[in-house]
């Protein structure tokens, strides 16, 4: 496995949801250009989160057009089932659901077993706890500042609290991920809770020039982390 963000800094991952599907090619070029390192892969089946999204064969015809590491947040019933598919797809990193999760620490052997990182992802009311028994075995935790579901909800502070709660008890090599209505205005005090990786829909897709707001979110995030 090569994780490849094992460096610890602030990085954006602008979530491909909100992107243009018409012109997915061209979004990641344009995001890539500007230093963006990840890609947010936003996988939903109808069951876990109420829509659905888009599967292994999109994320395999695009893996050939893009260096950016693809990262998978499986909102989705039965992760180990579609581990696999999802991996052959060409995702670097494959995050599941705790709430889903029968047997955590086999599932991430499995994902760990198929050449990805691992991540895993709790819902806005799931407490740090619940992710005891393999904290210390994933690449990344991602905590949701929002419902699984759809871009552009409102951000929950509440979640905020967990975030600073599971900074202390990740490594250097680990990466603590926040999703859902970050923006200019919530990221700031997502970096001094001590997450350092955005997921960034709305804020960066939504907006007319993707790339130049991807640029100034992580300016934000980076003065913010510079403040303390
Ligand atoms: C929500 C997804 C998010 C979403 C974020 O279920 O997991 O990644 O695309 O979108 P924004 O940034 O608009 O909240
Ligand atoms: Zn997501």
């Not at 500007?34 to 936003?42: Q, S």
């Not at 089946?45 to 395999?60: E, K, M, R, S, Y």
């Not at 209505?181 to 990221?187: A, F, N, Q």
């Not at 997921?199 to 303390?228: H, I, M």
Request: aromatic letters at 6%; hydrophobic letters at 45%.
């Amino acid at each position: 496995m090569n994780w490849r963000l094992a460096e610890p800094k602030i990085r954006i991952a602008p979530s491909m949801l909100s992107a243009d599907f018409s012109r997915l090619r061209e979004e990641l070029d344009g995001i890539e250009a500007v230093g963006v390192e990840m890609v947010h892969l936003d996988v939903m089946d109808g069951h876990f989160a109420p829509n659905l999204t888009f599967g292994p064969p999109v994320i395999a015809s695009l893996r050939p057009r893009s260096k950016l590491f693809f990262d998978a947040h499986l909102m989705i019933e039965e992760p180990a089932r579609y581990a696999e598919a999802f991996a052959k797809a060409g995702c670097d990193l494959l995050n599941f659901h705790i709430e889903v999760a029968d047997d955590p620490k086999g599932l991430v052997d499995l994902i760990h077993g198929l050449g990805c990182a691992c991540g895993v992802t709790l819902n806005p009311t799931t407490p740090a706890d619940a992710i005891d028994a393999i904290v210390d075995r994933v690449e990344l935790v991602l905590v949701m500042s929002v419902w699984p579901g759809f871009s552009g909800q409102k951000f929950i502070p509440d979640v905020l609290p967990k975030v600073e709660a599971i900074r202390p008890r990740l490594a250097a090599h680990q990466r603590l991920q926040m999703d859902g209505g970050v923006d200019l205005d919530t990221i700031p005090c997502c970096v001094s809770a001590g997450a350092d990786t955005f997921v960034a829909g709305s804020a960066v897709f939504g907006r007319p020039d993707p790339p130049q707001a991807a640029r100034a979110l992580l300016e934000k995030a980076r003065e913010a982390g510079e403040r303390g």
